[in-house]
């Protein structure tokens, strides 16, 4: 491939795979299945090595995914929150083997490659801390580096005691300890997310999804009572002490030697009082770890929570140590996937749902089948080529699965099952809801409703805004919009605020206290951040991450409308398309007349500025409190630049490398700095990582300012 062709390529990509981050990570609500999530990470990462000069620092492929939300405060992780490299195949797992006996040097020695293996749980990590003993802070993985602070729902976990039982050190054989960490994985068992179901569908609420997304839902919950009630469980897989009053220590942190193995570790979490998997097993030849990676695999339907597939540990700690992590995952674990489970039933029918950017999806209507814990009775089929390339028909036998093991589509059709009467669907020439023409834009595979007023995308439209990334609308949901639009009371998202409580309490279902309700929640609509507010507006490929970057740099609704396609294209995270994408929105006449409209019932306010990110931070970032030291040639910052932001971040920079400092920032070219660090065995990172760091670090900041 030649570079042009690389580049495109890269760029396409990389927006994919951020697409993917943000369903799976904000929305729980994954598309692909990881299978086909990793193929374009490796792909990706692929091409970024035969082209390193193209790879971006904030590739996908060297950063995790983020469910950091706005409605929650930010902390920093005591340390990154990391992910683990993914395989599929037993091959991927001998050379994982391999590379662990060389880098160890350990053929003859078995302590290094004697491995633990555990149920990789498919739940929503979560991280607890506890301070003499008592439970004082849960924290989602967030980016990795910061996490969400959902201390209140933690507490709300009846596995996970407040308070410990006395005597909780001797399980650290280490010196004096007084504050740990422990770090696990939060799910919902399958019987209490059928039992939820039930209730939900007797009050007449909606169902959820299913199990994940549910607990993440759940963490992400303000509701404290709502949380307990869902009785979320906890599997907990690592522990570490806290040092935060002896810095020096804390600097070891990660190499901390409390615990000599994997095994002795989970064994102290179970002595604490924590929850752990009682499944734990110990393998040293690639024959015994197959041999449980089947074991499990046969387990695995009979479970009453999800797992998806195995996560294989160099035990010995001194071994993790030596093998160390990259910026995205430790090179000592390595998580083994389950194919995703299979089903075959009947399509019995397709029907079309138009979606709020007027996307037409085709939705296969399944005789009901069990599927991965869950009933299945609709598929995705994506779209019209999707469905003709596979010749998927009316009447067929198919094969489905969960995409993500989470959201069910069809796989494949077993034509040896065919009768001749089965029926092909032609794509629509006008949209099943309005009868308006459909049509593709520009080379896009999706077919759309090309009526911006059709009611199927007014609705989608009015359900994303409400949603809670967008201005979390309490007392709005997806019923009462309806019953809106039925009633012609509303058009789009502007009239909402100007609805009459009084009129609205005398509404089939509603009272006085409902309408008050909706009210307020409109009110703090208003309030919502500036960035939630681009994203409300529903701005086709503008994420919560995309509305972040634009409100960063454009202080109002007013200049966001005067950028050009080449303005946004040249901020950060921003390619062309997005960039035509949102100009064409903002000067389409729906998207214009939605603005104004939203503009004259008080939405946005004049200056909805987030505050610079220059400012000196006093919350806490990565860069709090931290001593820096600056070394070699920065090529993309000046010196001087590189401190000012440090010291705006509350970190300190001094000259000298010595035990007080806690991190080196090497650029090219460095010298007896960075062997002075690495021998103290001072963090270092290079520039591009520097830089990484301060994006994400001035991202906090102007979150919580914000
Ligand atoms: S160990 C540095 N053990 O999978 C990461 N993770 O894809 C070490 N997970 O972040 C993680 N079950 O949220 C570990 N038994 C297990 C796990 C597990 C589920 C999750 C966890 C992790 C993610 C990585």
């Avoid at 399958?190 to 997304?213: K, T, V």
């Avoid at 499990?296 to 929570?305: F, G, N, S």
């Avoid at 950028?563 to 398309?577: H, M, S, V, Y």
Wanted: aromatic share 6%; charged share 30%; with cysteine.
């Amino acid at each position: 491939m030649d570079r042009d062709s690389a580049a495109k390529k890269m760029g396409r990509l990389k927006a994919e795979i951020s697409r993917h981050n943000e369903l799976y990570y904000q929305k729980a609500e994954p598309v692909i299945t990881d299978v086909e999530y990793d193929a374009l990470e490796r792909e990706l990462s692929a091409l970024e090595n035969q082209f390193p000069d193209l790879a971006v620092t904030d590739s996908p492929t060297r950063e995790v995914g983020s469910d950091r939300d706005a409605n929650f405060p930010s902390v920093a992780h005591s340390r990154p929150m990391l992910s683990l490299q993914n395989s599929y195949e037993l091959a991927e797992v001998e050379a994982f083997d391999q590379r662990v006996r060389k880098e160890l040097r350990s053929a003859a020695d078995e302590e290094g490659s004697v491995y633990s293996l555990e149920p990789k749980m498919d739940g929503v990590a979560l991280a607890v801390r506890y301070k003499d003993g008592r439970l004082f802070l849960g924290l989602t993985r967030g980016d990795g580096r910061h996490g969400d602070d959902v201390t209140a729902n933690a507490r709300t976990f009846r596995e996970i005691p407040l308070d410990l039982e006395p005597g909780w050190q001797d399980v650290f054989p280490g010196p004096e300890v007084r504050m740990f960490e422990a770090r696990g994985e939060a799910f919902l068992t399958f019987s209490r997310f059928q039992a939820l179901n039930l209730e939900r569908e007797a009050a007449g609420q909606d169902s959820l999804a299913n199990p994940r997304n549910a607990t993440a839902g759940t963490l992400k919950t303000l509701d404290v009572d709502e949380v307990r009630r869902r009785e979320l469980s906890v599997f907990f897989y690592q522990l570490f002490p806290l040092y935060p009053e002896d810095p020096d220590k804390q600097q070891t942190a990660d190499g901390n030697l409390e615990f000599s193995d994997h095994f002795s570790e989970m064994k102290a979490l179970e002595t604490l009082g924590l929850p752990v998997n009682p499944f734990l097993k110990k393998a040293s030849q690639i024959s015994g770890i197959e041999a449980i990676l089947k074991e499990l695999e046969t387990q695995r339907p009979h479970l009453d929570y999800q797992i998806d597939g195995v996560v294989i540990k160099v035990a010995d700690r001194k071994s993790q140590l030596k093998l160390g992590a990259t910026a995205k995952a430790p090179r000592w674990g390595l998580a083994f996937k389950f194919a995703a489970e299979e089903a075959v039933t009947l399509l019995r029918d397709i029907t079309l749902q138009v979606g709020r950017t007027g996307v037409i999806t085709p939705v296969a209507e399944l005789e009901p089948v069990e599927l991965a814990g869950t009933t299945v009775s609709r598929a995705t089929l994506h779209n019209w080529a999707e469905m003709e390339r596979k010749d998927i028909r009316i009447g067929d036998r198919v094969v489905v699965v969960k995409g993500g093991d989470i959201i069910p589509k069809v796989l494949r059709v077993l034509k040896e099952h065919r009768n001749g009467k089965e029926r092909l669907l032609a794509a629509p020439g006008v949209c099943p809801v309005c009868g308006h023409t459909t049509g593709q834009q520009d080379n896009e595979v999706a077919l759309r409703c090309l009526n911006p007023l059709c009611p199927a995308v007014v609705a989608g439209r009015l359900r994303h805004f409400a949603s809670r990334n967008a201005c979390d609308i309490d007392g709005l949901g997806d019923r009462s919009i309806e019953l809106f639009l039925e009633l012609g009371l509303i058009r789009g998202p502007a009239d909402l605020f100007g609805l009459d409580p009084a009129v609205l309490s005398e509404l089939p279902g509603w009272g006085e206290k409902s309408a008050q309700r909706l009210v307020l929640g409109l009110e703090q609509a208003r309030r919502r951040p500036w960035s939630a507010k681009i994203f409300a507006l529903g701005i086709s490929q503008v994420g919560v991450s995309t509305a972040l970057t634009l409100a960063r740099h454009y202080p109002d609704i007013d200049r966001l409308r005067e950028a050009t396609a080449g303005d946004l294209a040249d901020l950060p995270d921003i390619g062309p398309i997005v960039g035509e994408t949102v100009v064409a929105f903002l000067s389409s006449s729906a998207g214009g007349t939605m603005i104004d409209d939203l503009k004259a019932a008080g939405f946005f306010l004049d200056e909805e500025l987030l505050p610079p990110p220059e400012l000196a931070y006093q919350g806490e970032t990565w860069f709090g409190g931290k001593v820096f030291v600056l070394t070699g040639t920065l090529e993309r910052m000046k010196r001087t630049e590189a401190k000012e932001a440090i010291e705006n971040l509350g970190g300190k920079v001094t000259g000298s490398v010595s035990k007080r400092t806690d991190v080196l920032v090497a650029g090219a070219k460095s010298g007896s700095k960075l062997v002075k660090a690495e021998q103290l065995g001072i963090e270092v990172v290079d520039e591009e990582q520097f830089e990484l760091l301060l994006a994400e670090a001035q991202k906090t900041v102007a979150e919580n300012d914000g």
